[in-house]
């Protein structure tokens, strides 16, 4: 039986309430349109700021190519995890579920097991040609194709082998 | 017109992506933010936490040297730490819900699973702001508590396995 260990539970003063007040009237429609409007500005950017996220890319799998090791992966990681993130908020959504396969890959295959190159690249070049031919429209049929492939590619690589 | 003085707040936002950085501080100062403070990392994060004191945390998972979670951990529980109890917004790419339970073990209030919207970051704010969630100090764990509801009325042991295990040592 598990032993009695004094739990304290308390609720600090609501320093933060205490300082913005409001809440009254609900979401404040004003501030939300005035950040709809300020990110519509910032949206001709985001093909450029993708751009720059996929030079990353590029030398974190230059990088493990390389030499393949504990903090190349690391970097390969966080580099396509990063654009699984980002390409959904920078409106590249077939980007982002690209990136988001190339992060399962490397994130559930043991580390013991070293990534196959191949695999990592057709994932790294769906991503450039997707930027390249700006493919937004998440029902563009090759880029589906693409994305489709990888998945069960990845699929395969992950499945526990008999 | 919801009457939250936002000008008032003063908001830490950590990511490693500049471009990630831009974007949340543009929504903030939209809403009406106008102290800002920004760091590349977790590590100038807490130099910055320290000499700014901040009232929210908007916190990005992965990033190289010390993440978020770390991060987090350390404003939790370290004695040097300026706010044990400042709020925490986590952004994050992960969704599984593995993720979203080791982040909430660690201390984090809110997510933001992304893409971020403007929707997402008001809302999250205004719940930080309007539906604190109780603290919790055992023996193992200190920070928000990690039920959303009830919490206050459980008056049982410890049923965690960390904490049992601790227990028992």
Redesign the interface.
């Known amino acids: 039986m598990a032993r009695q260990q004094p739990i304290e539970l308390f609720m600090p003063p609501n320093m933060l309430k205490a300082k913005v007040g409001g809440g009254l009237g609900g979401v404040d429609m004003a501030a939300m349109k005035r950040a709809e409007g300020a990110l519509d500005t910032l949206k001709s950017e985001f093909g450029d700021w993708i751009a720059e996220d996929v030079k990353v890319l590029i030398a974190a799998r230059a990088r493990y190519a390389k030499t393949p090791d504990e903090a190349s992966r690391g970097a390969l990681m966080r580099a396509a995890h990063d654009i699984k993130g980002q390409a959904a908020t920078f409106n590249f959504p077939l980007i982002a579920r690209v990136a988001g396969s190339l992060s399962r890959l490397i994130g559930e295959l043991p580390e013991s097991q070293p990534l196959s190159l191949s695999l990592v690249d057709g994932h790294v070049n769906a991503i450039q040609v997707i930027h390249r031919q700006g493919i937004q429209d998440t029902n563009d049929k090759m880029a589906q194709t693409l994305c489709a492939e990888l998945d069960a590619r990845v699929e395969e690589t992950l499945k526990p082998k008999k | 017109?919801?009457?939250?003085?936002?000008d008032?707040?003063k908001v830490l936002v950590v990511d490693?992506?500049a471009?990630?950085r831009?974007?949340v501080i543009?929504?903030l100062?939209?809403?009406?933010v106008t102290q800002i403070h920004e760091a590349d990392s977790g590590q100038r994060a807490w130099t910055v936490l320290r000499e700014s004191n901040p009232?929210?945390l908007v916190l990005d998972w992965?990033?190289?040297g010390m993440s978020g979670i770390e991060l987090v951990q350390m404003i939790r529980t370290s004695p040097q730490t300026p706010n044990p109890?400042v709020?925490v917004i986590m952004?994050?790419?992960h969704t599984h819900i593995d993720h979203v339970r080791q982040a909430r073990d660690a201390g984090v209030n809110e997510f933001i699973a992304?893409?971020?919207s403007?929707?997402t970051?008001?809302?999250r704010l205004?719940a930080?702001?309007?539906h604190?969630r109780?603290?919790?100090?055992?023996?193992a764990y200190f920070g928000p508590?990690r039920r959303r509801r009830g919490?206050?009325e459980?008056r049982g042991?410890?049923?965690r396995a960390e904490?049992?295990q601790q227990?028992?040592e």
Do not use: W
Not at chain 2, 29 to 32: D, E, K, L, N, Y
Not at chain 2, 134 to 139: A, K, L
């Open positions: 017109m919801s009457g939250y003085r936002f008032r707040l490693d992506n471009h990630m831009k974007l543009t929504i100062q939209a809403f009406g009232d929210v992965v990033m190289e109890f709020p952004l994050t790419g992304k893409p971020v403007v929707k970051m008001m809302s205004v930080v702001i309007e604190p109780p603290y919790v100090r055992t023996s508590c919490a206050d459980y042991p410890e049923r904490s049992k227990a028992a």
